[in-house]
Structure formats: C-alpha cells, structure tokens
C-alpha cells in the first residue's frame, strides 16, 4: 500500500496533482488561497480554521481528502462495559490529532485493512471501538440481515457492508473514528474556530475565559469547553436575536435538547446578503456518509427578507441528519432546520455571540 501524507502548505506537488476534497457544497481545491477566495477579514480566518481539519493522503495509489472524525466522546459505551474516551476529550488541536492520524494511518494494521477491503469478497468489516480492533466477517446470515435492512451491530461495534472494491474515504473515517478513536466534537471545533479569530485579531482566548471556563492556570483552556458553557445566563455571551440581518461570522448556532439546554453547536462562517446563503460550520457523525466529521453546511433564504429568523420554515436547510452507520438508528430529525426548530416549548434553537470577539473581528474586518 502507497501511502503519504500532504501538508496544505507544501508546493511540491502542485504542478504535479491537482487535489480537491468533497464538501457539501462541491469541491475546492487543497491548495486555493483562503484570502483570495473569502479576503483578509474574519470569514478567511474561520475557512482557514476549517481547512486545518482536512489533510490530504494518497493510500493504495489514490488520493482521499480526509476529514476529522467527529468525537463520540463515550456516546457509544451504553453497552462497552466502560469508557471509549478519545484523545483530549475531542477538544484536542487539530494539528496534535493529525499527527496521531499520520502514524495510525502508516500502520500494518492499517495495510491490513486496505487490503482486506480490495480482496473482491463481499462482506462486512466489524469494529470494536471498545478494544480498538477490527474483524471481518462473510456470515450469509449475517450479511442478509444487513441487506435487508436488519442490522445486526451494536453502538460500539458497527457492521459496515463492503464489497471488496477497494477503499473509499467513508472507510478511511470508519477506521480512524473506530479503531484511533480521534477526532473533535461539536464545541471542540466551535472552539478551534474561535480561538483562531481572536488569535489573528490580537487575542488570547485560552487567556480571556480561563476564568469562566473554571480551567485551572495550568492546564489547557479548551480542554473545558463544552456545550455547557454556551447558555445565554453565561455573561461572556450576547444571545442574538436570530433573524437574518442579526447574523455575522462568528456566531454560535445552537440546538437545544428537551429541557432547552444546548446539546450541538455551529459556528457561521459567512452571510451572503446578495445571494441568499449562510455558510455555517459544525462537526457531527450524525450527517450523510460524506458529511460526517468537520463539514459545511448551508441555510438559503431570501435577500429581500432578512428580517426572516431561522426558526421560519421557509428557510431552506441544506444538511440532512442521517445515522452514523448505515443501519444504526436514524435521527429524529430529517435536516438542521428541523433541529433548531424542535423544542419550541423550550425555546428552541439559538445564536450566541462571544462578546470576547468583538474587537479582534473588528480588527479583522466582516466583507460587506
């Protein structure tokens, strides 16, 4: 198995490949300039953000945009009988959790896997998420059930269907979500964009909301960032009032759970007022295959209604909720616009704004 790794930042190759990664929208190339696609201001700084969760590898002669996985965080250790933590929490930097990806991706366990993809034989690919291993398995039982819509795995030991064909990258995302168990959850990307903002704008975050984060002066700040903290009772916040003409780059989506606490966040990269198009960012596994980890998402609305709020269904939300696996139970919710909508009893979905934020993206700049 071919298999190197390429930094977004390497020139080498590019009059030798032309490399694009899927995103929900289409394809951009590895290697654009962020400023020259979104300018200098706070939109180029969060897409740059974005892109340091996607590495590019060529494995079994093939290039794949890789995604980071999102973190599940023991969200699948009901029945593990014990924990499934992942590194950092799924607040780690992404650039630590690539590095564990290299070497995870340069194993013999990993060749093995590659192999055991392209060896023409239908079957299923078995993951232990709780003792981080793999196995296969041509059971016709088995297999039937799967292809008959009777899925056979548990949350921490999906069953993936293969045909022997070779890898794809939804596999590569299997086997780094399972068997390296690394990625970054919803806060923790919100976080890493955030962070970069007030960096490029003269600010330490880490630095800034110590304090309210209750993060020991010793230890990593973003480590103690969660859904938690995003609550409008939180003074280091500004709850928007979340109509259209309201909204910047830098806000914070939220979902709420039943009780109206927030239980998923996004961040909003861009406002297009012209075209109708708000870009927001978010990581989740509960996405369609290609979507799962860090990805864009889209919400459309009408340039001539931006008093419009985003609890209107007439809003046109891009990113459907689908189940991890194949198989595995699907979402209560059919897109995002659903999601922040649901729970109105409660309140419903919301946007916050980081007060903290206010001057460096002023520094910055928001494109008109």
Sequence with gaps: MAFKRFSWGISLFLSVLTLASATADGDYPDYSDVTEEWGPGVEGVIEQAYRDCFRTYIIDGRVFTVRMPFAQNNERAELANGELAVQGGGKADPQVLWTEIDGLLASDDFKKYVAALAD????????????????????????????????????????????????????????????????????????????????????????????????????????YFGTWYFKAANKEFIKIKDQIRNLQPGDVILFCGEDGAAVHSAVIQSVDRVAGKIRYLQSTDEAPMGDRGVHESTIHFDPTKPETSLKDPVLDWSQLRLSPFLGEKPSAFHDDGERYRAFPEVGGGSVLRLKALAKPIARLGIRK
């Design 120 to 223: 023409g034989k239908e079957k299923a690919v078995v993951f232990d998420l709780s003792a981080q291993s793999w196995s296969t398995t041509n059971d016709l039982f088995n297999l039937a059930r799967i292809k008959a819509g009777a899925y056979p795995g548990l949350p921490h030991k999906p069953y993936i269907l293969t045909h022997g064909e070779g890898i794809e990258a939804s596999d590569i995302y299997n086997y780094i979500y399972s068997i390296g168990r690394l990625g970054m959850d919803c806060s923790g990307f919100v976080w890493h964009v955030l962070s970069s903002i007030a960096r490029e704008g003269g600010l330490d975050l880490s630095r800034t909301l110590r304090k309210s984060l209750r993060a020991p002066q010793s230890s990593v700040a973003s480590l």
